[in-house]
């Protein structure tokens, strides 16, 4: 299922969620193997885990936001 995401500029960009969800979880090191093992639901937690132990990963600023906005 596609959705349609309007981009600075009234450019219209697609983005598949199905496989930016598959993307996520070969970047963090899932196989496929674990893909058909497990759920969309267990996968989903582990995502969230990875994330939540990022050290790597800092709050966004006033200035990083100023800098998306322009």
Known sequence: MNRKIKTKGNVVKETFP???FLASCLRIG???NDLIE???IDCMKI???YIGNNN???EATQKDIDKLLK
């Open 38 to 40: 497990l759920t969309y």
């Open 56 to 58: 790597n990963v800092r």
């Open 47 to 49: 995502l969230l885990s």
């Open 30 to 32: 899932l196989n496929l």
């Open 18 to 20: 199905e496989h930016e």
